[in-house]
């Protein structure tokens, strides 16, 4: 009978040094992918405001149509200005595995604040994208970026 690796290692190793390449392969392939993902979609949001002038994308139909009713617009207005530069910020910071908790843990806010919106105008369920990035941003926050990310080269004696 075959058994598997013990997987306990993540909550006492976050750079993955008890553990096989293949795992951190997939498990730094599977961040790369996710900081992508988020990175992306700041650089079109950052892009809009660069071009049609700050708060461009807030004041457009894409924040707007998903904005909350019930959200009062002085918590409004600032996420609306920070989420393009929080996007882009933070999806590169997960890319590269530097400062893991921070990038990770503000990366699963943005996407549940993403999910609440998404949902209160009626287009998240019954299948969203989101699904998996929330727990996936969960995920890396409390397991840690890896062995191959800047943290573990960081952490290195």
Do not use: C
Not at 79 to 92: I, N, Q
Not at 142 to 152: I, K, M, Q, T
Request: charged letters at 10%; proline letters at 8%; zero cysteines.
């Amino acid at each position: 009978m075959t058994s598997f690796p013990s997987t306990s290692h993540t909550l006492t190793d976050p750079y993955g040094r008890s553990s096989t390449a293949p795992v951190e392969l997939a498990k730094g392939l599977t961040r790369i992918a996710l900081g992508w993902f988020l990175f992306h979609q700041g650089w079109g949001k950052v892009v809009e405001d660069w071009t049609g002038g700050p708060g461009t994308f807030y004041r457009g139909d894409f924040f707007q149509g998903r904005n909350p009713a019930w959200l009062p617009d002085i918590i409004a207005a600032p996420y609306g200005y920070a989420l393009p530069w929080a996007e882009l910020v933070f999806g590169a910071l997960l890319m590269v595995g530097l400062f893991n908790r921070l990038s990770a843990g503000v990366s699963t806010l943005i996407f549940l604040s993403i999910a609440v919106a998404w949902l209160n105008a009626g287009s998240l369920l019954p299948r969203h994208m989101l699904m998996i990035y929330v727990p996936l941003g969960l995920y890396f926050f409390l397991s840690g970026p890896g062995r191959y990310s800047l943290d573990a080269v960081r952490s290195r004696p």
